[in-house]
């Protein structure tokens, strides 16, 4: 019944995870600023929206960053144009906006004509979670994988959005970089380089819980309880999937064995990560049972407030709910 | 023959050719095409704008974004025409084995963009005119978009974006033909007054008529010394149909093709002395 916590770079305890100090922008814009003084062909953005290491950036780069407004369709176009002649070109806003807002150029420029602008999106899921569902980012991984071309980075914290930059930088595609808005545990170390796309956060010998975000940081607790807790020692384990499409063929070695696969995310089921994972299994004729937990909203969005953790309550995946529905349904299944 | 009826000689032919492969292919946007034949003879044929049939992606070029893409045909044609690719392909427009359909395809030599969804094209070309600026290049960046299109808002995001940014090597035209597909510009939300609109949006507006050579040149002909530091917009006013009296300003001919002796007809008036 022991946890395995992978030696990542860091060498870390679950139990010693610390909130980080920066911000995933932050890490994320810091990182961009070394890039962008050594290539001056990079090219920033920003539809109105900022962030304390952006400052720095516009400060000393003013020829490589533009505001351009509340106007995200023609921050795509413009992207698109400046791309085309060879610029290197970041388009930055909240993440509803960035991507569902101006998804028509976004397909027939970027994917159509596989256009390398890297959009870059802050808050996902519930992390703008004073801002009602206008603000929320729950339909983006369902609409962003559907187009040919384009590469979804989605941060689960900020050294993986550190990480992103360098990545994004050196993709010859689009890429939409989705990066939390508040601060969660650093999980990696700076050593990791996110080439894989995925990461065995958490050996496990039965079943995995696959997860991506901010919820890879619930799925650790929850694994660290049951598999502490439980009395048929299950042992599960914890998959991070920070990038799609999957590569299908490291994630079928990873889970081959399981016995069951639980998705997790803040993000509408319908077409999110565990869709995909269901897709993957379909198409390959996996026969593992998949257990998906993710946004139903019933033909309600969400106009909840008072924290993300209690809006999340109202779907079941605040941990508590969501600890003790993964335990019944794992205890079914094993 | 002058510079001018060698243009119009040209717009006579690509017309002709236009028709053709509309007809063959029983489709294609044959009236949105022949409002702009002569902006595209101008631009193509008139030595207005710089480009190399050889090295169709020299950095160096001018770019030319259509970005009313329906208009493909007429672009296709003058492409073929100059031996962008080989004109036979001309023969194969929106069938089996043919290398372009109805709306313009990056992929093919001489195109810069696919387009076809519209207000999306003048937006790149605000883009590529920011990066020939700050890589102080001095190509310019054409664009022409239609008078329909102006109903999509971000027509006006890129509008304040290129006049913001000082975007003097964008010269867009409109082809302000007074059409959409079902009716009427005035009739469906009225665009007018257009230039007001431009001006107040800080671009340097002009107006022409877009079917006579000697106005496009007055329009064009400045483009490469401008004393300016706004965008330039020309508001070509054309016919949509323009060489065909039963298409002519007529609506539900948008996005099709005449048939049988229709096409016949067509092709009479089109080869008529004083079209």
């Known amino acids: 019944m022991s946890i395995v916590l992978q030696s990542l770079s860091s060498s870390q305890n679950l139990q010693d995870l610390q909130i980080s100090q920066i911000s995933q922008r932050d890490s994320f814009w810091n990182e961009m600023y070394e890039i962008a003084k050594k290539d001056r062909d990079v090219i920033v953005l920003a539809a109105d929206m900022g962030a304390p290491a952006l400052d720095k950036f516009r400060r000393d780069f003013g020829g490589q960053f533009f505001n351009t407004g ?90 993986t959005a550190k990480g992103f930059a360098r990545l994004s930088y050196e993709c010859v595609n689009p890429c939409y970089i989705r990066l939390d808005r508040q601060l969660l545990p650093d999980i990696y170390g700076d050593q990791d380089d996110f080439k894989e796309g995925m990461k065995t956060l958490i050996e496990g010998k039965d079943s995995y819980i696959v997860t991506t975000g901010n919820m890879v940081h619930s799925a650790l607790r929850i694994v660290k309880d049951l598999n502490n807790s439980n009395m048929k020692n299950i042992n599960v384990g914890v998959i991070d999937i920070y990038k799609l499409p999957i590569d299908q063929n490291l994630f079928l070695s ?52 008072g924290g993300r953790e209690n809006m999340n309550k109202q779907y079941g995946l605040d941990i508590e709910t969501l600890q003790r529905s993964i335990q019944s349904y794992i205890f079914s299944i094993v | 023959m002058s510079f001018i009826q060698r243009l119009e000689q040209k717009s006579k032919q690509i017309r002709n050719e236009v028709l053709d492969l509309c007809v063959k292919a029983g489709t294609g946007h044959l009236n949105s095409s022949f409002s702009c034949v002569e902006i595209l003879v101008a631009l193509y044929y008139g030595n207005y704008m710089k480009f190399n049939v050889c090295k169709h992606t020299d950095p160096s070029r001018d770019k030319f974004i259509l970005s009313k893409g329906q208009a493909s045909p007429a672009l296709y044609a003058i492409l073929g025409d100059l031996n962008f690719f080989p004109k036979k392909e001309l023969d194969y427009f929106a069938q089996t084995n043919g290398i372009f359909g109805v709306h313009l395809q990056h992929d093919v030599p001489g195109v810069e963009i696919t387009s076809g969804s519209l207000g999306i094209g003048f937006g790149v070309a605000a883009g590529l005119a920011l990066a020939h600026k700050l890589n102080r290049e001095s190509n310019l960046v054409f664009c022409l978009i239609g008078d329909g299109e102006c109903y999509e808002g971000s027509i006006w995001e890129a509008a304040m974006f290129a006049s913001h940014n000082r975007l003097n090597n964008l010269i867009t035209i409109i082809d302000r033909n007074h059409l959409c597909a079902t009716d009427f510009t005035e009739n469906i939300i009225a665009l007018e007054s257009l230039r007001d609109k431009w001006k107040s949006f800080n671009w340097d507006v002009v107006e022409i008529d877009g079917h006579d050579f000697n106005e496009i040149d007055l329009a064009l002909k400045d483009v490469r010394c401008r004393k300016t530091q706004k965008p330039k917009i020309i508001i070509a006013n054309t016919i949509k149909g323009k060489g065909c009296s039963f298409i002519s300003n007529e609506p539900l001919w948008h996005g099709m093709a005449p048939k049988g002796e229709l096409a016949k007809i067509a092709k009479k008036e089109l080869n008529q002395e004083d079209i």
């Not at chain 1, 890297?118 to 994988?145: A, C, N, Q, W």
């Not at chain 1, 997790?264 to 390959?284: C, M, R, W």
């Open chain 1, 70 to 159: 509340i106007a995200e369709q023609n921050t795509i176009t413009t992207a698109a144009g400046l791309a085309l002649a060879g610029k290197k070109v970041y388009a930055y806003a909240i993440a509803p906006f960035i991507t569902l807002r101006c998804f028509e150029q976004i397909k027939c420029l970027l994917a159509m004509m596989n256009i390398p602008v890297k959009l870059v999106g802050v808050g996902p899921g519930f992390s703008y979670e004073d801002s009602g569902p206008t603000h929320h980012t729950v339909e983006d991984i369902s609409i962003m994988r559907i187009l040919p071309n384009m590469k979804i980075f989605n941060s689960t914290d900020s050294k």
């Open chain 1, 254 to 305: 990873k889970v081959i064995n399981s016995q069951s696969i639980i998705t997790l995310e803040e993000h509408t089921l319908a077409g999110g990560l565990g869709s995909n994972i269901l897709e993957i299994f379909s198409d390959n004729s996996v026969k593992i049972p998949v257990k998906r937990y993710g946004l139903n909203f019933n033909d309600k969005y969400c106009y909840k407030y």
